[in-house]
Structures are given as structure tokens and as C-alpha cells.
């Protein structure tokens, strides 16, 4: 087969996911990788516009050698998700080498942009640009240094994965990664590629829009749906992001009682009855938190006891400075910048050594009521840059890490049911919940309006799976509403919940899939999640 420059066989029959909870069978010879840095590529391509725009074409060809030979592709970014939204049966292409990333001049920006933003604050970057490099050239590179403005508990994710599944982090005043894009090109097939703006933020100028040779769509509604789209609405080539100066977070970690003062912080953010243990007066907190999470271990958790209550943990936004003190890359204990992934990698690793290693009703509250102070004892505070504090977890082992979301009023009742659930199915992990603002997109997970994310981490575990089943059995049972996390364990979604949850957006979402793929391109990235969930099919084309 003659392929063209930039597309590479890739030579596997298999996929294993970065966590190592899954592997995925692949067709043979139906996987690719593509490149924009082999020396035969740069020099037939030798500038960024060349490049580039022959890897759209690259994306082109890919689509139609599916079509022509009836496969399914996926696109592969650092296969972070734990759940197989983004594999398929037959082929994927590794699109992790395609790292090209550029600033936009003014004359490639709209009026209304160059009237409102700071086009230094904006970022052009390929599909395979992972978080850590994004980090590393925004703070360390350019001149003014720059910040994300969001970021999920690690970092090595690439750019696309992490928001096509709407990796959410914890700024609870700003939002999840999705939030930070402005503009999406999409590959959407053989002969289509589109690149899409929200009409009620125009950001480019008919001068890029030239450059880059797509159809240009200016809609919210279709930008909605795309966003959060897990590589079904084709091959995401490059997002345009909006970052902002540098900026640092101090981090307060302390363990607190979960009382009445709490939970007015956790419902309304009210922090008023917390105003003792904040770093700063309470009108100042109020204007620097950033960051707003809790850790509870369900195994030893009461309400009023300090001594079994959760470890609050907030950042403070700061301008930055030089003269603070780094986080080291590599202290004892769990540190800060891990996610509860994180922590979880340290009771794994105890309880294989434990005698049997059963994972059964007793040994499960024992070892993690043992590990999870001693994976928390560390420094109360910290200081660090965006890609200081979130770090690359390291994986060891299989796990299990499941996210529901819920509006944050919901929350006291929702931890009443989970420590239920909990009594009757030990969950073996750890749990922690991460307030962030919601977000715009058509199948959003974080999509109430002020959300919070009830993360659930631990062993790759039968047990654990049996405890999220029933938990949504008693969550709908009560009438609350939820989402599931579209990259994590979510082997509780099926066609029914994902209609029950997002109700007419699924039919928006459908639609508007069906206007930018042709029926044959959605056969292509068609996948057995979509089929699962009920997306896979062809949608009514909206108006609008």
C-alpha cells in the first residue's frame, strides 16, 4: 500500500490504555501513525502552512481508505481514558506526533477579538500537543509567560483527548478545559474539513480562515456539540485556546469536620463558616480561591468529628512571582499536584503486600482507613505554577476510576446516599469531590450549571464496579440528577441513562453530527461506546 508522506503504518494488533484497565483488538494493518517531523516530511513540506495543511489532506486520505476498506478508525491521543470512548474494533491513528502549535498575528484575528482579548493570549496548537509541553511553552517560553486557565489533576494528556472528554479539574469560577477553546478544525471527511467558531465570539479573521483552506461555521450551537464529542465528529486537526499571564497557586490542605459550615460552603459557596481556617481574611480568599476540592475516606467519615471528617483543599490565585518556593518534582508522600489517581497508586501498592490480599468486606476498610492518612501526611502548604502543581501521575497496576456529576445543591443528600451505598458495597478507594463551573457543551459532563464531581478511585476491582451500579440504581430511585464521566469507568451508561440524562440535547447532538459527517464518515468513527450510549446513529439535521 502506498501511503502518503506523513502517514506511517503502525504495526500492532492490540491497544492497551494508559491505565491498563483494558485492551483493545485491532484489526492488523488497520493502524497508523501520523507525522509532521520525519526528515522525508520536512523536507517535501519544509514550512508550518506546508505541513500543515498536508497533514489535512493526511486526515483526508485516512477517512477514505476507511471507507474504501470498510473500516472504523479512531483517533489516539495519550490513551488516558479509562473507559473505550475513544478505541474501535478495527484501526486507530496515533496522532501524538502532531505537535505543531503557533501564535496568530492581528491580521489573523477578527475586529471583535482584537476589540475585546489580547491576541498574545492565544494559542494555535496541533491535536497531539500533550498538557506538559503546552505548559512548558506557555510559562517557560513566551514572552510575556502565559497560563492555562483550567487544568484536569495531571497533565499528560493530550490537548484534544483531555477536552474531547471534558477533563474538568476544580476552578470553580471558571470552568473545565473545553471552556479555554475558542475555534476547532475539524477533518470531518475525504473531501470535507471545517474549521468552527461560535457566532457570539467571532476570533479569526477571513485571512486565517484562507490559510487554513476550511469550511468556516460560525455557530454556537454546532460548536457546543463538537466540543465534547470523544473523536466521533472526526478528526479534531488543532484547537485554538485562549491562555492569560502567568500566574501562580498557593495550595491550603487541612482536614476539617464536615458540619453545617461545611456544607454551606459546598451548596452556595459560602465560605463564611470556614473563615477560620483560610489563609487569607475572608473578602481576600473570596476573590483568590481557585481551586475548591474535598477528600473523604467513606470507611471512616462522620458528620461533626473532625477526626473523621474530609481534607479541604483549596488553591489561591496569585500574580506570579520568582521569589517562591518550588514544589519538588519528587517528595515522600503523596504530594501535591496528584490527583486522588495518585494517591490510590499508594494503597494499591500496599495492599498487594497485604497477607492474602483479599479485597473483601473487612480487608477493605482496614487498608484504606490505614493508608489514607498516611498517603495525606505532607506539607500543608505549597506554591507553584499551573504545570508545577499539575503533575504527570504515574500509573502502577490496574485501576478503577469512575466520576458522576452533580449540581452542587445536591450534594448533601447525594453524600448520604453514597456512605449508604458504602455500608451495604465497601468501596475499595478513595473518593473526592471537585467543584468546577459548568460548561456550555451539548453532552457536557460537567453540565450543571454549578457542578461537582464525585470522583470515586480505586482497584480495578469487581466490587468496585457492583458499587457504582447501585449507586445509580438509588441516585435515580431519588430523583437526582447526574452525568458520568464520558473518559472514566462508566460501564453504567447505556442508551436509556445517556436519554435520561441529557434528554433533547442527544437529538441536537445527533443532528449536528449528521450535518458535518456524511453517512458513510460516521460509519468510519462509528465505535461500540457510541452504539452503547445510543450515539451512533444518524440525527435529524437542525436548522438553524
Request: net charge negative.
Amino acid at each position: 500500500m502506498n501511503l502518503p508522506l506523513g502517514i506511517k503504518p503502525l504495526d500492532i494488533t492490540s491497544f492497551t490504555n494508559a491505565h491498563g484497565n483494558f485492551t483493545q483488538a485491532l484489526k492488523p494493518g488497520a493502524s497508523f501513525d501520523l507525522t509532521v517531523s520525519d526528515p522525508g516530511f520536512e523536507r517535501q513540506y519544509p514550512s508550518f502552512k506546508d505541513k500543515y495543511n498536508q497533514t489535512t489532506e493526511n486526515f483526508q486520505w485516512l477517512i477514505q481508505h476507511a471507507i474504501d476498506n470498510n473500516l472504523r478508525l479512531r483517533p489516539m491521543g495519550s490513551g488516558w481514558s479509562l473507559s473505550k470512548v475513544a478505541v474501535c474494533p478495527d484501526g486507530i491513528v496515533n496522532t501524538k506526533k502532531l505537535r505543531l502549535k503557533a501564535s496568530l498575528g492581528s491580521s489573523q484575528l477578527s475586529e471583535e477579538y482584537l476589540n475585546s482579548g489580547d491576541p498574545f493570549n492565544l494559542l494555535f496548537a496541533q491535536c497531539g500537543n500533550s498538557m506538559i509541553s503546552i505548559n512548558e511553552l506557555l510559562e517557560q517560553e513566551r514572552n510575556p509567560p502565559k497560563s492555562l486557565r483550567a487544568s484536569g489533576g495531571s497533565n499528560g494528556q493530550t490537548i484534544v483527548g483531555a477536552l474531547s472528554t471534558n477533563t474538568h479539574g476544580a476552578a470553580f469560577k471558571f470552568g473545565s478545559l473545553s471552556e479555554f477553546v475558542l475555534g476547532m478544525h475539524i477533518v470531518t471527511g475525504p473531501d470535507r474539513h471545517v474549521w468552527i467558531e461560535r457566532a457570539s465570539r467571532p476570533v479569526t479573521s477571513a485571512k486565517f480562515q484562507e490559510w487554513i483552506k476550511a469550511e468556516v461555521i460560525l455557530d454556537d450551537d454546532i460548536f457546543n456539540s463538537a466540543l465534547i464529542s470523544f473523536g466521533s465528529f472526526g478528526f479534531i486537526h488543532s484547537v485554538l485556546i485562549e491562555v492569560e499571564p502567568k500566574f501562580l497557586l498557593e495550595q491550603q490542605l487541612t482536614q476539617i469536620a464536615y458540619d453545617g459550615n461545611l456544607e454551606k460552603a459546598i451548596t452556595d459557596y459560602d465560605f463564611s463558616g470556614l473563615a477560620h481556617v483560610l489563609n487569607y481574611p475572608l473578602a481576600v480568599a473570596n476573590e483568590k480561591l481557585y481551586h475548591f476540592e474535598l477528600a473523604i475516606n467513606p470507611h471512616n467519615f462522620e458528620k461533626n468529628n473532625p477526626d473523621k471528617g474530609v481534607y479541604f483543599r483549596v488553591m489561591y490565585k496569585e500574580p506570579y512571582r520568582e521569589d517562591y518556593e518550588r514544589i519538588e518534582p519528587q517528595t515522600q508522600g503523596y504530594t501535591y499536584g496528584d490527583d486522588v489517581l495518585g494517591l490510590i497508586q499508594k494503597v494499591l501498592d500496599q495492599v498487594e503486600v497485604l497477607p492474602g490480599n483479599m479485597l473483601d468486606g473487612l480487608v477493605i476498610p482496614n487498608a484504606v482507613n490505614t493508608l489514607f492518612n498516611l498517603a495525606y501526611n505532607r506539607p500543608e502548604k505549597a506554591i507553584g505554577t499551573v504545570g508545577e502543581t499539575f503533575r504527570n501521575t504515574i500509573f502502577r497496576g490496574k485501576l478503577y476510576s469512575g466520576a458522576f456529576a452533580f449540581d452542587r445543591k445536591d450534594m448533601p443528600k447525594v453524600i448520604d446516599i453514597v456512605l449508604g451505598n458504602n455500608r451495604n458495597i465497601p468501596f475499595a478507594g478513595v473518593m473526592a469531590m471537585r467543584f468546577v463551573k459548568g460548561n456550555k457543551a451539548t453532552l457536557g459532563f460537567t453540565r450543571f450549571e454549578n457542578s461537582c464531581v464525585l470522583e470515586m478511585d480505586g482497584v480495578d476491582a469487581k466490587v468496585n464496579y457492583n458499587f457504582s451500579e447501585k449507586l445509580v440504581d438509588v441516585l435515580e430511585a431519588h430523583n437526582i440528577s447526574y452525568t458520568v464521566h464520558w473518559g472514566k469507568n462508566n460501564n453504567v451508561l447505556n442508551k436509556e441513562r445517556v436519554r435520561r440524562i441529557y434528554g433533547d440535547a442527544v437529538d441536537k447532538w445527533l443532528g449536528h453530527r449528521n450535518q458535518l459527517l456524511s453517512a458513510s464518515a460516521q460509519a468510519v468513527f462509528n465505535n461500540e461506546f457510541l452504539e452503547q450510549c445510543g450515539l451512533d446513529q444518524p440525527g435529524k439535521i437542525l436548522l438553524t
